[in-house]
């Protein structure tokens, strides 16, 4: 199929003319989880009630933090039995640049209503992808991404 083709379906579907309800906290509605009410989310885990968290966090308080955590990064290395060794060490600039990107990225979606788990998992996997090294270890994402951007929100609450 062509990709003219692709676009005169979407075209015909009218999607891009749809409103899409949201709740009260500006989830979409029957989202699943997500779209819960604040009330509710406060019990759910990975689902943030972003109306009070945003109140008194600015663009700038994001940015710094993602600088401050993308200044280590946390390797794992193998020995030769196949165990896991993770290290701390500080961040190159290339990978001060690549995770303090990945991690702000992810906030700034939080910070704007996205699922903070969903979130947190894609920038992950994409740090992840970008960090993959030949020799001496692997960046361990869940350490150098995901619990920074799951840390500043469990902490603002």
């Not at 945003?54 to 030769?80: G, P």
Request: with cysteine.
């Amino acid at each position: 199929m062509h990709l003219d083709n692709y676009i005169k379906a979407l075209e015909s579907m009218s999607l891009h003319r749809q409103v899409i309800p949201r709740g009260p906290n500006g989830r979409l509605e029957g989202a699943g989880e997500e779209s819960a009410d604040p009330a509710r989310s406060k019990n759910m885990k990975g689902v943030v009630d972003m109306a009070t968290i945003t109140r008194d966090i600015t663009e700038q308080d994001l940015r710094e933090y993602a600088e401050k955590q993308a200044e280590t990064i946390v390797i794992r290395t193998y020995d030769e039995k196949g165990n896991s060794n993770d290290d701390r060490r500080a961040s190159t600039e290339a990978e001060k640049r690549i995770l303090s990107s990945i991690i702000y990225g992810g906030l700034l979606a939080i910070w704007s209503g996205a699922d903070e788990k969903s979130v947190a998992d894609a920038c992950e996997y994409i740090g992840n992808i970008l960090m993959r090294t030949d020799g001496i270890g692997e960046m361990n994402g869940y350490d150098s991404i995901y619990r920074p951007i799951r840390d500043f929100f469990d902490k603002s609450k």
